[in-house]
Structures are given as structure tokens and as C-alpha cells.
């Protein structure tokens, strides 16, 4: 199962599960990451933490540790 962690820049997914452990889950699903909605990978920071999202035109910034909590469906 590949997660939202294991994209590289520019590559495009489709959100599938936020795992019920994540803290955030709630939060980032009022900022629009929800499964079935379409994200793209941006970049990671110099040090590789935070990475950034866009998610239907809006960017968002998440910690890897997150990331690595939200399953995707890679295109």
C-alpha cells in the first residue's frame, strides 16, 4: 500500500483511507483531504520534513509522519 509519503515531486494520486490514528485526521478534512479527492505532490522541504500538497488548488504543508498515515491510489 503506497501512502502519501512515497510520492515524488509532481506526482499525482487520489487520497484512499486517513488511518483513524491520526491526530490531525479530523483537521485535514476540513482543509479538503478526504478520500476520492486528488492530490499532487509539490516538494519537500531541504531536510526533507514538512512536505507540501496541493489539493484542488490550495497548498498545504504536512509532516512526513503524517503522511505516511494516509493511504493513495498513485496515477
Known amino acids: 500500500m503506497k501512502t ?3 510520492l515524488k515531486d509532481g506526482q ?3 487520497v484512499g483511507e486517513l ?3 491520526l491526530a490531525a485526521c479530523r483537521r485535514l478534512m476540513e ?3 478526504m478520500p476520492g479527492v486528488e492530490v499532487r505532490f509539490i516538494k519537500s ?5 514538512p ?3 496541493d489539493i484542488e488548488g490550495r497548498h498545504l504543508s504536512l509532516r512526513r509522519e503524517d503522511a505516511a498515515q494516509i493511504s493513495v491510489t498513485i496515477q
Not at 45 to 49: I, N, Q, R, T
Open 19 to 21: 488511518k483513524p490514528t
Open 12 to 14: 499525482k494520486a487520489i
Open 51 to 53: 512536505i507540501a500538497v
Open 45 to 49: 522541504a531541504p531536510l526533507g520534513d
Open 31 to 33: 482543509l479538503g483531504l
Open 4 to 6: 502519501l509519503n512515497d
